[in-house]
């Protein structure tokens, strides 16, 4: 393997590519998931257990998993097909209803009776996170939601540039529903992108897609062995490439950035740009979008790697779900310099 520099495009060409995401024509396919935050002040512990009392102060909503791939799109100027399987209760009405609100498609969701819509609640104290819970069920979509999604994507996916597989491990993907999109890939839209936001114990489902974008603990897990430094990093990088016989592996590490392998050999590690880091609630969404973005308007692999960077720091320093708009990170660019 040979180190590769980012050199190939100046800060005016990849905010010239931001420009065309609206032209981007993407659908993301995944789990969805409603977003809870709970944000109140913390002055006291209960006398009943050691555990501090939280002042609510207000509540909010947002869209999250897959959903939230599709906002993180359409702050950057794309407008995205949501495909995915919410519960019939009213949670998944109120997403259904959100999605409306926004201008989106929601004929890409299937209703599922006797399945709860997956709720991550987050209570936030004094802007730290300091218990989640979460209402969901993990078991596989039915049979007749796997052949809705099929039967959306035989009639929309023709004329789509990149397919978007957002897996949270909530039952969306599986088995018949990869092998159904792999062969309508193959027969309609051969040229189609497809990336992965992936989910450990998934990854059989994911050989042959452009990108795969797991943290550097998922793909420690997938390798066997933990990522501690730049050689067992390098070493999950490779054996990745070859295990999913894939285009390229995004691994990403947090503070320490993120790290591009691609199959004829470059390896790219692209530090990161976040001044703070408050919460990294999304940022793997954020990753996934703008990548996905720009190799749908054809940047090449190190280019779109980058803006997903920029993006992702810009994220991360917000607290709650939350998404990097085109003209932030077109600023960013600008004010940091690319080192493309």
Known sequence: MHISTLKNDSNDRLTQAIDRFPKAR???????????????????????????????????????????????????????????VV?????????????TRMGLRSDGLAMEKGRPTSIKTRVVAQNQQIVRYDRESRANIRGESVQKMLDFATAT??????????DYGKGMISGP??????????????????????????????TGVDVITPNHHEAGQFCGFKIVDKVTLDKAGCKMLGALNCRSVLITQ?????????????????????????DVTGAGDTVISAISLGLAVGMD???????????????????????ATAEVVKKAIQIQGTQL
């Open 26 to 84: 993407i659908a993301v396919l995944g789990d969805i998931i409603m977003d809870e935050f709970i944000w109140g002040d913390v002055s006291r512990i209960s006398p009943e257990a050691p555990v501090p009392v939280l002042d609510v102060e207000r509540e909010t909503r947002l869209l999250g998993g897959a959903a939230n791939v599709v906002c993180n799109m359409g702050a950057l100027g794309a407008d995205a097909i949501l495909c995915g």
């Open 87 to 99: 519960g019939d209760d009213p949670m998944g009405r109120e997403i259904v209803a959100e999605l």
């Open 157 to 166: 996916f023709t004329e789509i540039d990149a397919l978007v597989i957002s």
């Open 177 to 206: 529903l990869m092998k159904g999109l792999r062969s309508l890939i193959e027969t309609n839209n051969p040229e189609m992108i497809v990336t992965v936001d992936p989910k450990t114990g998934n990854f059989e489902h994911y």
């Open 254 to 278: 947090g503070k320490d950035g993120m790290t591009l392998f691609e199959r004829e050999g470059a390896v790219t590690h692209i530090p990161t740009v976040a001044k703070k880091v408050f």
């Open 301 to 323: 692999l190190k280019a779109a790697a980058y803006v997903a960077n920029v993006a992702a720091g810009i994220v991360v320093g917000e607290v709650g779900t939350s998404a």
